[in-house]
């Protein structure tokens, strides 16, 4: 009889075990980075939670790792009166300013050095949490320092702010304060995620972490990569206090709390500035944006003695870091035309230093981008640099705007050559059709053959190339080769000695590799790597030149859009014509061996790959026939030998079997592979 008799588990306990469980694991995973669990069995815990609080919901509570998802849209946020106003800090943008603010410190607390904690300062926004007995109760915004808005659901579902505190020596009300931020991963992500749904990216990772704690549902906060670490307190009741700064973090960290890592506790002036140093150097590996550095007295004795002024600390300094944004003009936008002919707006700006440089220019890519980003002429334009990025226009300052600001359109002649401009359907570049008859295209064109990856001529730069085009003494590339020293030496700045040496120089790039000419040619889309396969797999050039567009597509990585470049570009007469003029000059370069090709196992077999393969991607097939001798071709027809099905493989396989050519299943095509390969 009492076998049959179990003693139910006390539900509220079994809920309780639970929650600590995953607090844990959360605490793990969010706060330390360092999980001990998969994240397959930290959902089943969670699941197992849920459906527990579901049977028995009056078991819920406001900290239980449930309630993060974010629960009904609010009307409006209500105001939240600080206990302890939150405040801001000074400033200080050099070395000596923060020499003078130590020195300033020394002399009012009598003392020699001071010892302060060293921490990034997030670009964020403040937030003040509310803690009673341990559980969080409320979480406000800054606002005006005094009183700032009710964001609790919001900041519920960031995953880093412990609901509960842990261990048991916390004070009965605690107030913590940090910042919250989005890592720049994060930020990413979410701008795609924005602009794929048709909606608005945000400039900067400050404006997306301020815009989604500031969301009326909360939902939508759950879904945004937010982050937190806390960097101090407010009020505090029933605590003994630490002496130190430091000890206080420390404790923090113990309850629970993400602190930054990098928090350290440096001796005076000189251990502040190496501490600087070695964070401007990181900076840009960082996972989030830092705009500079926070330094605090750390005996809480000496703070309590500085005390404050108006509306900040006299104990913490915001050193602050060069800006990586800053506001200027545009003053034109220019439209560039490059070796292809693609056509790239710039923007052309009043100089401004950001980031350690001065800019001039940004790009904006291509019509669309100048579109989206609804730069004009006139308009003051948010300017950013971060790190060795190239400088860009983030956005654009509207209020500044001036209504006769006209958008920016691309024109429909090229600036240049007057040629008509095109813009391929579902193409985002638009092109001058002038070809080489557009001189900017020729010069471009020109640079690009004599670039060191291509017929690597020393001494010819950009400067003299646009000269020599522009003094009409060199109109396309095989012009190169009949310049005299006579005629260089009469160019501006041009030594005789420099025209000597380019003359040598040009005799020598003579002397060069079929996959430097093939790229040294600029076809479109013909990089070093595309060069390299043609050369290889034909080992002439009259073969390249007279290969059919199917035959292309045979060379690895070469597909349908390539090998019509490459066709058009030796239908055109001139460029054939512009060919046989450089031969003609000796350019010249030693035989490719072409691997002997008759001797592997598949040579002389045309093989088809379609559908999908389970054990490798279709390209990776296509190399593994092409390396045992096989030609792959991208279309059945009666010269196929065999056609490689894999799962939903469509109208090839109908062809190939109308026809009568041989199926392989994956399984088949694998055994003959290896056997081939044995
Ligand atoms: S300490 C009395 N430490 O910077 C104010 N602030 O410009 C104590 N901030 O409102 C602030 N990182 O939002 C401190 N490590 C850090 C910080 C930091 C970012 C923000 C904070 C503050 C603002 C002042």
Excluded at 1 to 13: F, Q, Y
Aim: hydrophobic share 35%; aromatic share 6%.
């Amino acid at each position: 009889m009492t076998d049959s008799v179990k003693r139910p588990i006390p539900k509220k306990k079994q809920i309780e075990q639970l929650r600590k469980e995953i607090n844990y694991h959360n605490h793990r995973y969010y706060v330390l980075d360092d999980p001990e669990i998969s994240d397959a069995q930290y959902d089943h815990l969670l699941t197992e939670l849920i459906n527990l609080e579901q049977l028995n919901p009056e078991l819920i509570t406001i900290d239980s790792p449930t309630q993060r998802v974010g629960g009904e849209p609010l009307p409006e946020f209500g105001e939240v009166k600080h206990r302890v106003p939150m405040l801001s800090l000074n400033n200080v943008f050099s070395d000596e300013e923060f020499q003078e603010f130590n020195h300033r410190l020394c002399e009012t607390l009598d003392v020699d050095t001071i010892d302060y904690v060293a921490e990034p300062k997030l670009d964020g926004l403040a937030i003040s949490l509310l803690y009673e007995n341990g559980v969080l109760i409320r979480a406000a915004t800054r606002g005006d320092g005094s009183s700032g808005e009710d964001v609790t659901q919001n900041v519920r579902t960031i995953q880093s702010i412990p609901l509960k505190l842990q261990g048991e020596d916390y004070p009965a009300i605690l107030e913590v304060r940090g910042e919250v931020f989005m890592p720049k991963d994060g930020f990413e992500k979410l701008n795609y995620r924005q602009l794929e749904k048709g909606e608005k990216a945000f400039v900067n990772p400050r404006n997306a972490a301020a815009g989604s704690l500031r969301q009326l549902d909360s939902k939508v906060t759950a879904t945004r990569p937010l982050k937190f670490y806390c960097y101090g307190w407010g009020y505090i009741e029933s605590m003994v206090f630490p002496k130190l700064h430091s000890e206080m973090m420390e404790h923090l960290r113990e309850w629970g709390f993400p602190v930054q890592p990098d928090l350290e506790v440096v001796k005076g002036v000189k251990g502040c500035h190496e501490y600087y140093k070695a964070l401007v150097d990181r900076r840009n590996q960082l996972p989030y944006e830092i705009d500079g550095i926070v330094y605090k007295v750390n005996r809480l004795d000496l703070q309590a003695d500085l005390g404050f002024v108006s509306r900040a600390p006299r104990f913490a300094i915001a050193r602050k870091f060069p800006p990586q944004e800053e506001v200027t003009r545009v003053l034109a936008i220019d439209v560039q035309v490059g070796r292809t002919g693609a056509l790239t707006p710039v923007a052309r700006l009043e100089p401004v230093f950001v980031g350690g440089v001065t800019v001039t220019n940004a790009t904006l890519h291509n019509e669309d981008e100048a579109q989206r980003k609804d730069v004009r002429v006139g308009d003051y334009v948010v300017v950013r640099r971060a790190g060795d990025v190239i400088p860009e226009v983030a956005s654009v300052v509207l209020s500044k705007r001036r209504h006769d600001n006209a958008p920016f359109k691309m024109p429909v002649h090229c600036p240049v050559c007057g040629s008509d401009v095109e813009r391929g359907e579902g193409e985002t570049i638009s092109r001058c059709s002038g070809g080489l008859f557009c001189p900017q295209q020729s010069i471009e064109a020109i640079k690009h053959f004599a670039s060191r990856r291509a017929m690597d001529i020393a001494g010819l730069g950009d400067k003299l190339v646009e000269q020599l085009v522009e003094n009409g003494l060199l109109s396309d590339v095989s012009g190169l080769y009949t310049l005299t020293a006579s005629q260089l030496s009469k160019l501006e700045r041009m030594a005789e000695k420099s025209a000597d040496n380019l003359i040598a120089a040009l005799e020598k790039s003579k002397n060069t590799t079929l996959p430097r000419f093939l790229f040294a040619l600029g076809i479109r889309e013909v990089g070093e790597t595309t060069a390299h396969n043609l050369a290889n797999f034909y080992g002439t050039l009259d073969k390249i030149k007279q290969a059919s567009r199917e035959e292309l597509q045979e060379v690895p990585d070469i597909g349908t859009v390539v090998a019509a470049h490459i066709i058009t570009f030796f239908h055109q007469s001139h460029n054939i014509e512009v060919i046989d003029r450089l031969l003609e000059s000796g350019v010249n370069w030693p035989d490719i061996e072409v691997s002997d090709i008759d001797c592997k196992p598949l040579a002389g077999k045309t093989f088809v790959v379609t559908g999908t393969l389970s054990t490798l991607s279709r390209q990776e097939a296509k190399e593994l026939l092409q390396k045992l001798g096989a030609k792959v071709s991208g279309s059945v027809s009666k010269k196929t030998d065999y056609l490689v099905a894999g799962e939903k493989a469509g109208s090839k396989l109908d062809k190939a079997e109308a026809l009568g050519v041989e199926v392989l299943d994956e399984e088949g095509f694998l055994r003959m592979i290896d056997k081939e390969n044995e």
